[in-house]
């Protein structure tokens, strides 16, 4: 900020007060002015960052309904398997008739485990450019809460939701379906109570990560679980 003084002869008390004066309100009209401008750059900045994270928590939204309907689709069928094979042991079927059973149902015997891809672009240019920091503190903590359940939800998706799965032992048992094979009915039952579980644990933590989703976007959040 620049100030140019006049430059006037001072003849009196009374002009030296009127001048110094003058030059006190000259400076506060500068700095009042200045903080106005910065003022409306950061209210425009935040609304802008606001709503760009809004639009892509509401695609993320979206994209985690659906992922969603498609593992309760998948639980859906596997755990039709597992109730067939469960009655099927308890009821002493032989191997020969509950394999009969598994090749009928063998459509149920897939893993097919669907999950959103969570970009977070729009968190991390308000973060870089510091526009974040100027959105109103209600707004900024549903935004902060999403897309740290989104960090959690991808951690665990890619270090811990198959913890409980033996992939290779699916393999080998739907390369034995495929080939027409027959499998042991006891170990079958094994292996479809960890696709069970390990399904219904990514629906879990895509419920979880659903509401924390639809607290930051409320608009269009109807319907939700």
Do not use: C
Request: hydrophobic share 45%.
């Amino acid at each position: 900020m620049h100030f140019e003084l006049p430059r006037v002869r001072i003849h009196s008390l009374k002009d030296f007060i009127k001048h110094y004066l003058m030059i006190v309100l000259s400076i506060l009209t500068a700095l009042g002015l200045e903080a106005w401008i910065e003022h409306v750059h950061h209210a425009h900045a935040a609304e802008e960052a606001s709503r760009q994270m809004t639009a892509e928590l509401r695609h993320n939204l979206a994209e985690t309904r659906e992922s969603l309907q498609k593992n309760e689709a998948t639980l859906q069928l596997v755990g039709k398997l597992d109730a067939t094979l469960i009655a099927d042991l308890k009821d002493g079927l032989p191997p020969a008739v509950i394999n009969q059973h598994i090749r009928a149902q063998e459509h149920g015997f897939q893993l097919n485990l669907n999950w959103p891809g969570l970009p977070s672009s729009a968190w991390d240019v308000a973060v870089a450019n510091q526009s974040v920091s100027w959105v109103e503190p209600a707004n900024l903590k549903k935004f902060s809460t999403a897309y740290a359940a989104q960090r959690e939800t991808d951690a665990w998706v890619q270090h811990d939701s198959v913890l409980m799965l033996d992939v290779p032992r699916v393999i080998n048992f739907r390369t034995d379906l495929d080939l027409g094979r027959d499998v042991d009915p006891q170990a079958f039952l094994y292996t479809v109570q960890q696709m069970k579980v390990t399904i219904t644990s990514m629906k879990n933590n895509l419920q979880e990560l659903e509401k924390h989703l639809a607290d930051a976007v409320p608009d269009e959040t109807q319907g939700s679980r």
